[in-house]
DNA sequence: GTTAAAATGTTCCCGCAGAAAACATATACC
DNA sequence: GGTATATGTTTTCTGCGGGAACATTTTAAC
């Protein structure tokens, strides 16, 4: 509501904007501080009160309702050494969770994530053959079942796939993850009838930078690009202006795939000379011990991201996988040839960072997309015990 | 506020949202009736209860304060066939314009656009050196009087300015426009003062598609990638979601300085193989008889393409000036080759298509800029007799 | 220790927003 | 000319946040 006008979304010409209502209002301040918490951790309600611009007492009253609704819960305040009433602490339950599933060729993986970004617990097989997207769904079960005998109290709020491949704008569809074997599967739906759940599902790449941008390396930032290198090839993800690029199939931010050198290989894909053809892990393993085949690889990688950067003007670029190691050993020539290259005239401001979410990565940012819906809106979405 | 989960923005991290009041709601909801009438032409009352889901006489009181504003006129329904009483028809008043001005290497145009985007007037100066930002406002003032005497009763929202260059974010500083010999500029300082109105300063090509996109050949289009073939190179914009990409510092979209050939030639911004160093003006008039040659010119469009459609997936690749001519001669080879080159597995979707609007298309762009602040919040802009 | 000041929580009342129902009006159809 | 239908208009109602007054809890001053 609060944008600069600049970059303000106008209303799609060909569809009238809703109508909004009081009730949308409460939506929205409802959604404004569970948000906060979401991402800030615990805030006093005087905090609240003075970022929101909210009155005292409405705050007290949206508080309240999250409360109720077991979302959030208020405990008296730290020594503070400030003068006046200490202000009631917020925080979000961390009892709430949402689930998230990571099936990949070798393993799948299956995580509970707390409203604050933490991960619970976490179940994992590893497995000889790429998994079916029943396997996937069967595992999801068992392994959820387990979590909630462990950690008793749990309300589910639904459940995220991150799958490696493309997936579709609905959410739903996985078209092709060609490493799984998986073509046009409905695996939200798949997913939904084992869990009883509500399920959203996303690409990989996408999935990443959400957690990176909701917990880890881009958090604050608004306008990213990732390349996360990882044994299935080069995934990329871009936020652009606090928005997922998505792309209008769903398909946006195949950075892997982007032409690198006109003179190029044969990619998988079809095209030639793709990123993920001259830059990826098995010949970056092969010239590991080679200075200039390493330095040849890293101006590869300085090359695609001068041209992202002259494309998305980005506050930072963001590296995962292989990708975050070639760049730790080679960051001196990563940067120089990206500083060279630049487009931009304030170079200077050029940032590229290594991911800081670990292991965790995919999980946490499934998780986000599943609670993408509560913190929309925290009074309409029903949890479920666990 | 009605987005799908998928792509929903969720709030900056770092700053807890504004909250909401009851005013929002009423500043919401003139908003989108202006703009539903703004890009969708005269819409009758009993369409918009219908499109914005409000209570009849919710749109009455609305509809009554925007025509009190002076900002939209009702008029008596014409014969529709229909049983019932006739809605009324609402349609934006014309009088309201914003000042559009272009200032390029050879000429200055200033233009009064009408609020449904109609070009109402224009002047045009051809000048033989590149102006300097003083002698374009100079200008502008004195267009602007005489268009003012010309019609009279316009009420002027604001003006905007499409400039060959880099912008800021900010919307004021031209960063670098080298055509125009501008660096450092706060254009919208000089024209502010000149005209004594707000003023707002963006990018050609950023203006260009956001025309396109309000009344051309991108309307109601969500995702569009936009190329620009012009005489100061090859300008290029991007929509993404609905929103003009802007990226961190303003310089989202340059896509003519996207690397296209890895042996390619020494570009005036210091890289090599930039596509408008590829593929320009001079280079496509030279071979304009050369059938080959133009075919290896339509093969490297093409490669840019594809390239913009991997990282990009837009609905739409939008194309103007000379790229624009060029795929009009080369259509098939162009469409063949990026079909070949596409990543997407749905190919059948991809949509190229050229420009609509003419020489009209930065005038209306930039108005369209200078009215956003209007459109969002119809009842706290002041409108100034021209 | 007592008192004042400061900051926050709580309660109650007000104004404004849109919804809904009742009524008024204008058209087509028979 | 009467009726059905759709829409504009008026009135009443509910819900939301603001704001003032009061209550509570802390620090600081004496």
């Known amino acids: 509501m609060s944008e600069d006008l600049a970059s303000a979304a106008v209303p799609a010409h060909t569809t009238v904007a809703r109508g909004s209502r009081n009730d949308n209002t409460r939506r929205h301040n409802l959604s404004s501080l569970l948000t906060a918490v979401h991402y800030g951790g615990p805030l006093t309600r005087a905090q609240l009160t003075r970022d929101t611009g909210l009155n005292r007492s409405t705050i007290g009253g949206l508080v309240t309702e999250l409360a109720q609704l077991g979302l959030v819960i208020e405990d008296s305040a730290a020594e503070t050494g400030a003068v006046g009433r200490p202000s009631l602490i917020v925080r979000p339950d961390r009892r709430v969770v949402a689930l998230a599933l990571h099936p990949d060729v070798d393993a799948i993986e299956l995580g509970a994530v ?17 998994p079916t997207p029943q396997d996937a769904a069967a595992f999801a079960w068992e392994a959820a079942r387990e979590i909630g ?98 792309g209008g199939r769903g398909y946006g931010g195949e950075f892997g795939h982007m032409m690198i050198r006109s003179d190029g290989e044969r990619c998988s894909c079809g095209r030639s000379g793709c990123l993920e053809t001259v830059l990826n892990a098995e010949r970056l393993d092969a010239v590991a011990h080679d200075d200039a085949a390493l330095d040849a690889l890293a101006s590869t990688l300085a090359d695609a991201i001068a041209n992202l950067e002259c494309a998305f003007d980005p506050d930072l670029v963001l590296l995962g996988g292989y990708l975050g190691s070639l760049y730790a050993v080679r960051r001196p020539l990563v940067d120089a040839r990206v500083e060279e290259l630049a487009f931009r005239p304030d170079v200077e401001d050029v940032a590229i960072a290594r991911t800081a979410l670990g292991g965790n990565r995919l999980l946490i940012g499934a998780a986000e997309r599943a609670f993408a819906a509560l913190l929309q809106d925290p009074a309409g979405v029903a949890l479920v015990a666990l």
């Not at 617990?121 to 790429?130: I, K, M, Q, T």
């Not at 046009?184 to 739906?189: I, N, T, Y």
């Open 114 to 130: 707390a409203i604050d970004g933490t991960v619970l617990a976490r179940r994992r097989a590893s497995v000889d053959a790429p």
């Open 149 to 246: 005998q462990e950690i008793p109290g749990l309300r589910v709020v639904g459940a995220g796939a991150a799958v490696p491949g493309l997936v579709a704008a609905d959410g739903a569809t996985v078209v092709d993850a060609p490493h799984l074997g998986w073509r046009g599967v409905d695996f939200r739906e798949v997913l939904a009838e084992a869990l009883t759940l509500p399920v959203v599902v996303g690409n990989d790449a996408n999935m990443g930078l959400r957690a990176e941008w909701s917990f880890g390396a881009a958090r604050g930032v608004d306008t990213v690009v990732f390349l996360n290198g990882s044994a299935s090839g080069i995934g990329g993800a871009a936020l652009v202006g606090g928005r997922m690029l998505r």
